[in-house]
């Protein structure tokens, strides 16, 4: 950058915030020894045709380069949940589906169609004042509408992560069925509207929403989330994930991070808290399943015939149910079961 004439210097940093083709900056009075250099020693970055400064975080770089190469456009689906903290999930193991990872942007139906490409992916639809939304200088579609397109393209059990965590971070069932109201001719609207009826913000990670579809679709009852219990003096502080009631049967879900620490002594530390926590609940009459994330996306898993077998084992117990509660809607007395 110091080899850089003082205007030619001046002129860059003025647009340092702006995507710029090479031509831009040739007119800038660059030459291309001199974006050769700046992309080498990190003074600029280069995406889809277009240099931005490298101070740019390179996510928000990509998608500020995408969004130049197609003029008028909106950052939306994937990119745009990316943006606003949004989980997204894509089952690795369908033969072909969307690209998580490339950049997601959404042009008005007149504009021209555009070349099927790896790293951007394009969709011509309409735009409502409703469902726009901004993100620092960039143009996105809102966090609505951006889950109810995510819900349009993908499968329950996909699109069932950004929708539980779209709910548990803000976004209101009535800001998405207004979305869905007005989309409600487009192509995947139905299966939007099933996915989105099926949303629980108290599913609190992605393992947890993608186990619920999948309960659902192996016909299983549907299970009470977060319920609390009660050991004759006080509520207990754990919350489990899923509680059956009527088969006094519990199911955890262990994340990867469950158990992940800094120290061995953490992570046993860790452990002996999860195992007293386990007693706890048998202590309470209940059968307990703990699953991983192979269980929920393995089609070969045993953890439906092992919930089946535990429903069995429950409603032989004799004795009194348990007593719990469900944080929501929170009830005016403790529910048994």
Known sequence: MERLGDGVRERLLATRLTARRRSMLLGLGLNDADLRRLLRNRHLQHHHGHYLAAAVDEEIARIVCA????????????SAARLAGVRTW????????????????????AAKRNQRRP????????????????HRDLPVTSAARTVVDLARELPLREAIVSIDHALAIGTT????????????????????????GFGDPRSESALESIVRAAFAAAGLPAPVLQAQFFDGVAWMPERVDFWWPTYRTVAEADGLAKYEADSAAERRRLLRRSHRRDQRL??????????????????RS????RLRAAFHRGEARSGEPPTWRAPHPTPTTPHAA
């Open 90 to 109: 894509i089952d690795a193991g369908r033969l072909s589906g969307p690209s998580e990872g490339a950049v997601w942007l959404t042009r008005p139906p």
């Open 282 to 299: 048998s202590d309470r009459g209940i059968e307990l399943v703990h699953f991983g994330w192979e269980d929920a996306v393995d089609p």
């Open 67 to 78: 969004q130049a190469a197609y003029p008028g456009s909106v950052v939306s689906h994937f």
């Open 302 to 305: 045993d953890l439906f015939a």
């Open 173 to 196: 069932p009535a800001e998405l069925d207004a979305v869905v109201e007005r989309q409600h001719r487009w192509p995947g609207i139905g299966r939007a509207r099933a996915s989105i």
């Open 119 to 134: 790293d951007i992916v394009v969709r011509r639809a309409g735009l409502t004042p409703a469902d726009l939304s901004r």
